[in-house]
């Protein structure tokens, strides 16, 4: 198992990445009315990007915390909390009606749910996939800063 340590790591440095991009408090307001964080925009039904971020950002927290919690070698523990975030991230698809965070929700829930595919794979002994974890990580890092972008005031 030693074989999948280094990509464990890398995909765990990009969703701490990711993580950071949502700041310590994700449901902290930003100062100021006419920020452009708290505006909203045509078609978002009312939520503001800050608002829309905070529900993205809670997700990604919990499966950050889940992800920490769980060994370094507990691939079946790293797969349940990928595969927890996809399933969360896909059913708030509903509940984000800001178009500017909506259209992040599919990269993020595809790059989750493929995370979640390699560890299972890999707690199942196929290492064929441990490849494909620098390319996941790479993708985390790229939508972190969309991410990051979006949501920082």
Do not use: K, W, Y
């Amino acid at each position: 198992m030693n074989r999948t340590l280094p990509g464990l790591a890398l995909t765990a440095a990009a969703l701490f990445t990711l993580t950071g991009c949502v700041g310590d408090d994700p449901g902290q307001s930003s100062s100021g009315a006419g920020s452009a964080q708290t505006q909203d925009a045509p078609g978002d039904e009312g939520q503001s990007v800050e608002d829309a971020c905070s529900v993205v950002a809670e997700t990604i927290t919990a499966a950050t915390a889940q992800f920490e919690e769980g060994a370094e070698d507990d691939l079946s523990s790293v797969a349940e909390a990928m595969e927890a975030a996809a399933e969360e991230l896909a059913t708030m698809t509903q509940e984000i009606t800001n178009d500017r965070v909506a259209a992040l929700l599919p990269d993020l829930t595809q790059m989750f749910g493929e995370a979640s595919d390699v560890f299972r794979s890999l707690e199942d002994g196929d290492a064929s996939g441990i490849e494909d974890l620098e390319e996941i990580g790479t993708r985390f890092q790229e939508t972190g800063a969309a991410f990051e972008e979006t949501c920082t005031p």
